[in-house]
């Protein structure tokens, strides 16, 4: 059974950095897409950063230049550092990943930014 963990959210103040992180289990050695979601109150699950097996990323505009997504070299694990973060970049942050012609969401983590 494929299950994804994240971990590394918590309070921040506006400026301030995290990472999160996200690790995957019940997948056996194959590439998968990752990407990192978020959903703030009353608002729609809206994507922030993607990459691919072949490691090219995308991102939301609102977050370009401010996050960065990386995978380990086992595809087994994917990260979101997020710098200089704003009150508007609070919300719970889903993990996602692409395997075996599925979606996979982790439980997600809460991300609040104070100003």
């Known amino acids: 059974q494929v299950q994804l963990v994240e971990s590394g959210g918590g309070l921040v103040q506006a400026g301030g950095s995290l990472k999160l992180a996200c690790t995957a289990s019940g997948i056996s050695g194959m590439i998968n897409h990752m990407a990192w979601y978020r959903q703030a109150p009353g608002k729609e699950r809206e994507m922030v950063a993607r990459?691919?097996?072949?490691?090219?990323?995308d991102y939301a505009d609102s977050v370009k230049g401010r996050f960065t997504i990386s995978r380990d070299n086992a595809k087994t694990a994917a990260y979101l550092q997020m710098t200089s973060l704003k009150p508007t970049d609070t919300a719970v942050y889903y993990c996602w990943m692409y395997y075996w012609g599925r979606d996979h969401w982790g439980q997600g983590t809460q991300v609040t930014v104070s100003s």
């Open positions: 990459i691919t097996p072949g490691g090219s990323t």
